[in-house]
């Protein structure tokens, strides 16, 4: 949020310097991000200054140019070429001098001597929208005759400098949200350092109703969304541009001035935190304004022009016939403040902060009132507020104030009451704070001590400190004017014995599997858990009825709670292949979710719905690249089943009990299932099926395995890391050559060996496949290496013999194996 230093002024008198109220103003909780000199008029018109045309004569080579002579107090007239038709000789104008900046929005060019049509022009004479002080471009700025030549235009239009501060307020500082609210916290902050504050509150005694004669009238029907009402007609208002103070006050925080009306309310809302809207109350259909809730279905058309459809849950501001405004959120098409409108209904209310979040969030709507209506006003200044705003329109625009205020306020709100004991306010500072420090500071944030005993205090804490219900709350805010850097810190060390929790462990985990990858060329990626819908038409494997939808969801491409990590994936592969970055090792820790209507439960709200922490695996284009020592290799699927391996083996998972079993569905051309040998599925992986790639504009294999981290940190639960001794006694290798089914998989041969002997088989290995000549249809050759091994001794042939002989009639007898010649 924008603070102006001046403007802050203007309710608090103190000395400090813009960097001094920045750091005064962090320490106190409302952390100030910087500060920056600005003008009211871009550039300040530096450079820029008053001139008179001696002479103009047509210039010889165009129609529409003319070649003056321009006093600007200089030794000597400067020759500029104008192409205004306005411009006459006699004139006193603004003259922008070599060297001058002129902006453009964002953009800036500097004035510089050059010819135009072969005469020399030294200078440029302006028009209003060239030094930013209007928009007419018609033609060249003229000034009055008593103008002083020689005058630098920043004193003739007396530009001000100013000073903007960036508070970055916290969500639950609502209070802090006006320039009002941040002088209310830098006087308390004043007081604690002995520096005289005085805090001035915008007074409102010169208010009266010029007229009484009953003008518009207020009904609320829905009181729950609707805390408080008011609202006062004014009269013979002159709608028209605003003076030059209040355009200033705006442009400076960046807001664009629209017309005197408007300016004020947005003037209030900046200056006090008080949203504002203003009617044209000939446009107030019987003469009566009703507050109630929209009708399901309801078509109506905002400010912006768009047509949005309403809710029962919308709270409308309607005449007698239709809506007018979307409550604290957005103003209607035809209901705002025009320079036809004649009188004014002005508005000041506010409304439930659920409401307002819900309806702004609905339509994607934030505005300036909204985002303090959500978070929580103080209805017991509506009155103040808008006796405040309709003194000021009738400074600038005129008018009468007619018929009694409109003020509907069913339950007024009383203030906090909170008790708060002394022990409690040194035991949760730290520090033991002096007892009239304590109410010193209470009294300077406004807080009202009703009561006092020797151990504590009970004090009403105003209502627009919504965040401030609890004694935490105000021990919180004594500490933060009392300053953290004061609260010294203590020579002992305090410490608590804990234990580690799956949380811990699964954490700890995710770091050292982290750590591996990255040790292989992978690189984290960290997608949006949000994705599209469309991702999941037509697929089977995960279904789009089973997508968590959102209600309320920002576009069509963030409209639902992802199922898979695959295709956030898939996004950054395409996004690195599209920019010649196509050698892709990806990994991402993320949740999954998930909702399947068959899980329903009547006694549990949230049965349907469920949640899977995930690990995924990415890798596309070549594994060795342009590489002097090693030739070209293209990435495979059988590479990415290593890095599975290697995540399984560093997490203490038993590969013996782990199985690969064929896949078959449509994410995957060709996959395997990740399963335990108790039927728990750890994951899958695979060749990404070429239509999804498609889908996503990625051209080449694309190899994906996803993880269940969940699942892999239940199954890891009680494994246990133990160690042996190196055999002193040798490994026996033994190969066989075995002729098989083509869809028989080495991981069949594994299981089937392993079962065959658990004792003395250490290892089974894979170093050949081949398909082609000389073997059967159907058929394919695994050459398979089996290493056997006893710890206590050295295998005789005997032994070995007969325990190949079982490998050998289980794998025949189960797979229907052949021995090869």
């Known amino acids: ?102 902006y453009d929005g964002d953009e800036c060019f500097t004035i510089k001597r050059s010819k135009i049509r072969g005469v020399e022009s030294n200078g440029m004479i302006c028009a209003e929208d060239e030094i930013g002080i209007g928009t007419d471009h018609a033609g060249i700025i003229v000034l009055p005759a008593d103008a002083v030549v020689g005058t630098p235009a920043k004193e003739y239009y007396n530009v001000k400098s100013d000073y903007v501060l960036e508070v970055d307020i916290t969500p639950n500082r609502v209070d802090a949200t006006s320039h009002f609210g941040v002088a209310r916290d830098l006087a308390a902050y004043l007081k604690q350092n002995g520096k005289p504050a005085n805090l001035k509150r ?83 259909k019987g003469n009566k304004v009703v507050v109630r809730s929209a009708t399901e279905g309801a078509k109506f058309v905002t400010l912006d022009g768009v047509e949005r459809t309403l809710t029962d849950r919308d709270l409308m ?115 033991v704070i002096p007892v009239e420090t304590v109410k010193s500071i209470l009294e300077s944030l406004e807080m009202k001590i009703v009561s006092e005993t020797a151990e504590g205090l009970v004090i009403d804490v105003p209502v627009y400190r919504i965040d401030v219900q609890r004694d935490v709350d105000v021990i919180e805010d004594i500490l933060r004017i009392y300053g953290y850097n004061n609260v010294e810190f203590s020579d002992n060390v305090k410490s608590n014995l804990s234990y580690q929790t799956p949380t811990d462990r699964s954490y700890k985990l995710q770091n050292l599997i982290s750590e591996q990858l990255c040790g292989c060329g992978f690189n984290e990626i960290l997608n949006n858990s949000l994705t599209r819908s469309a991702y999941y038409d037509n697929l089977s494997t995960y279904p789009v009825s089973h997508c968590v939808m959102l209600m309320n969801p920002l576009s069509a491409d963030l409209n639902c ?33 998930d909702y399947n209507i068959d899980h329903k439960k009547e006694d549990e709200t949230l049965a349907e719905f469920s949640e899977d922490y995930r690990l995924g695996l990415w890798v596309s284009g070549s594994r060795v690249d342009n590489n002097w020592a090693h030739p070209n290799e293209k990435s495979s699927v059988y590479e990415l089943k290593a890095y599975v391996e290697n995540i399984l083996v560093r997490l203490g998972v038993n590969l013996q009990k782990v199985i690969f079993g064929n896949l078959a569905n449509d994410i995957y051309s060709a996959g395997l299932s990740i399963t335990t040998s108790s039927g728990r599925q750890l994951g899958t992986m695979g060749i990404v099926s070429p239509k999804i790639c498609k889908e996503l504009d990625i051209e080449t294999d694309v190899y994906y395995a996803e993880l269940s981290w969940t699942l892999l940190m239940k199954e890891i639960k009680k494994s246990k890391v133990t160690f042996s001794e190196i055999s002193k006694f040798p490994a026996v290798k033994r190969d066989l050559a075995l002729l098989l089914e083509k869809n028989v ?60 002989k079982k490998i050998q009639t289980n794998l025949e007898q189960k797979l229907g194996a052949q021995l090869r010649g």
Request: proline content about 4%.
């Open 317 to 431: 501001i309607c005449n007698v016939e239709e809506p007018m405004c979307i409550a604290g959120v957005f103003g209607g098409l035809d209901s705002g403040v025009t320079e036809q409108t004649k009188n004014v209904f002005l508005e000041s209310a506010t409304f439930h902060p659920t409401w307002i979040r819900k309806t702004a969030r609905r339509f994607g709507l934030n505005t300036d009132a909204s985002f303090r209506y959500e978070r929580g006003l103080d209805p017991n200044q509506t009155v103040e507020v808008m006796k405040r705003a309709a003194l000021l329109i009738q400074e600038v625009a005129g008018g009468t104030i007619t018929g009694a205020i409109q003020d509907i306020y069913p339950v007024p709100v009383a203030p906090y009451r909170v008790e708060l004991t002394y022990d409690k306010v040194n035991t949760l500072i730290g520090k």
């Open 202 to 284: 915008p007074s409102v005694d010169a208010f009266k109703i010029d007229d009484e004669v009953p003008a518009i009238e207020v009904v609320v029907e829905n009181k729950e969304a609707c805390l408080r009402y008011s609202g006062i007609t004014i009269k013979n208002v002159t709608v028209k541009e605003s003076p030059e103070w209040l355009q200033n006050r705006l442009k400076v925080i960046g807001l664009r001035p629209i017309n005197n009306v408007v300016d004020i309310t947005n003037y209030i809302l900046h200056g006090v935190g008080q949203p504002l809207h203003s009617f044209d109350a000939d446009k107030i």
């Open 745 to 804: 998989q080495f991981a069949e041969i594994e299981k089937i060996a392993t079962e065959s002997e658990r004792k003395l088989l250490k290892d089974v290995a894979l170093f050949d496949v081949y398909e082609g000549k000389n073997l059967p249809a159907g058929k394919k050759s695994y050459a398979v290496s089996f290493y056997l091994q006893d710890e206590g001794k050295t295998l005789n042939d005997k032994q070995i013999d007969a325990i190949m």
């Open 561 to 593: 709670m992802r199922q898979t990590l695959l295709f956030g994936g898939l996004e950054s592969v395409e996004h690195n292949a599209k920019r010649k970055n196509g050698n892709i090792r990806f990994f991402e820790f993320g949740n999954c979710y």
């Open 1 to 102: 949020m924008n603070i102006s230093y001046n403007w802050l002024k203007d309710y608090l008198d103190f000395d400090l310097q813009p960097d001094e109220v920045a750091a005064a103003l962090t320490s106190i909780g409302l952390e100030t991000g910087g500060v920056e000199e600005v003008q009211t008029i871009k550039g300040g018109l530096e450079g820029l200054v008053i001139g008179e045309v001696l002479t103009c004569e047509e210039h010889p080579n165009s129609d529409h140019l003319h070649i003056t002579t321009v006093n600007v107090g200089g030794a000597e007239p400067l020759q500029i070429v104008c192409g205004a038709p306005n411009v006459a000789a006699g004139q006193k104008v603004v003259v922008a001098v070599n060297g001058t900046k002129l």
